[in-house]
Nanobody, 125 residues
Framework: QVQLVESGGGSVQPGGSLRLSCAAS????????MGWFRQAPGKEREGLAI????????GYADSVKGRFTVARDNAKNLVYLQMNSLKPEDTAMYYC??????????????????WGQGTQVTVSS
């Protein structure tokens, strides 16, 4: 089991940027796919980005492709989500997740095993 703690959320104006961090602990961290999800009030949790164990392969939801970038530093047990050109519709609670899947887990919530507590992102003028 991987323990995950997100940080870096906050309030930003439209067009601004934020970088979220996820600190992971647990001996299986380096063998996990890592991902970012978000959930806005009254909406289902949405998968945003995946990064493979080596960091070489990434995938994104269409809603954030070209604006968000996921990265990981396995030496520091950290995963990042760089968010640029933020929009009001990006306002949500953002969650870091880990998957022990042996193949690409995709952005379906059911394929992810461990979750952080979330960090709030608010985009408003």
């Amino acid at each position: 089991q991987v323990q995950l703690v997100e940080s870096g959320g906050g309030s930003v104006q439209p067009g601004g940027s934020l970088r979220l961090s996820c600190a992971a602990s647990g001996y299986t961290y380096s063998s996990n796919y890592m991902g970012w999800f978000r959930q806005a009030p009254g909406k289902e949790r949405e998968g945003l980005a995946i990064i493979a164990t080596s960091g070489t392969y990434t995938g994104y939801a269409d809603s954030v492709k070209g604006r968000f970038t996921v990265a990981r530093d396995n030496a520091k047990n950290l995963v990042y989500l760089q968010m640029n050109s933020l929009k009001p519709e990006d306002t949500a609670m953002y969650y870091c997740a880990a998957s022990t899947s042996r193949s690409w887990p995709g952005l379906r919530e059911t394929n992810w095993n461990s979750w952080g507590q979330g960090t709030q992102v608010t985009v408003s003028s």
